[in-house]
């Protein structure tokens, strides 16, 4: 069975701090894909970024960047500078790789950053 | 272009009442899903359709019966809400190779 950790339920530091959220993950598959969500306090959930599970290579986009490690079965996210309005819940998710059919998620139990001005 | 759209938005229930919530999208993807979150347990699968005509159950389908209308349409039925369905509800629709896009979200209080 697929699962996801995100052992650090959450965070706070100041503004302009670096903060790494961390994933760890389980799976039997070869091929999956993992996903970042931010769930900012309006409440939808924001896209951040899908990883095919072959595709090692580190992210980044502005002050947001992804270390994935097979070798570790993780999946972190750092924000660089953090900023008030990076003040959200964050979930990692994985889903098996499927050309047809569904994609279903499996999120952890998410992390809660608290960015303090 | 609205996306995936929830309705309703907000509701609260008595125990033993039903409801069917609604989710529609409007970008033509054959693979649809309803997640519940709960505090401090992230999101969980309740049902999905992997396509018109079909449903499955996913991780968390007790209370709860689901209806593919059509490929826009995929609505969550609970017959006897209970206290423990209070949650908030998503509702997501995705395509082969393409990644889930959510909806607003339903913040269902079971009373």
């Known amino acids: 069975a697929q699962k996801v950790t995100q052992a650090q339920t959450e965070i706070s530091v100041v503004e302009k701090e670096d903060v790494t959220l961390d994933c760890v993950y389980e799976?039997?598959?070869?091929?999956?894909?993992l996903f970042w969500y931010k769930q900012p306090p309006s409440g939808e959930l924001v896209f951040l970024i899908r990883?095919?599970?072959?595709?090692?290579q580190n992210e980044i986009s502005g002050r947001y960047s992804w270390n994935f490690q097979k070798s570790t079965s993780s999946f972190n996210f750092t924000i660089t500078a953090s900023q008030v309005v990076d003040s959200a819940v964050y979930f990692c998710?994985?889903?098996?790789?499927?050309?047809?059919?569904?994609?279903?998620?499996?999120f952890g139990q998410g992390t809660r950053l608290t960015i303090n001005p | 272009n609205a996306g995936v759209t929830q309705t309703p938005k907000f509701q609260v229930l008595k125990t033993g009442q039903s409801m069917t919530l609604q989710c529609a999208q409007d970008?033509?993807?054959?693979?649809m899903y309803w997640y519940r979150q709960d505090p401090g347990m992230g999101l969980r699968l309740i049902y999905y359709?992997?396509?018109?005509?079909?449903?499955d159950k996913g991780e968390v389908p007790n209370g709860y019966n689901v209806s593919r209308l059509n490929k826009r349409e995929f609505s969550l039925r609970l017959e006897s809400a209970a206290p423990s369905q209070t949650s908030v509800y998503f509702c997501?629709?995705?395509?082969?190779?393409?990644?889930?896009?959510f909806g607003q979200g339903t913040r269902l209080t079971v009373v």
């Open positions: 997501a629709s995705s395509e082969a190779g393409v990644r889930a896009f």
């Open positions: 799976t039997r598959d070869t091929t999956y894909y």
């Open positions: 990883r095919n599970s072959f595709d090692e």
């Open positions: 998710a994985l889903s098996e790789d499927r050309i047809q059919g569904a994609q279903k998620l499996v």
């Open positions: 970008m033509n993807h054959n693979s």
């Open positions: 359709s992997a396509s018109e005509g079909t449903t």
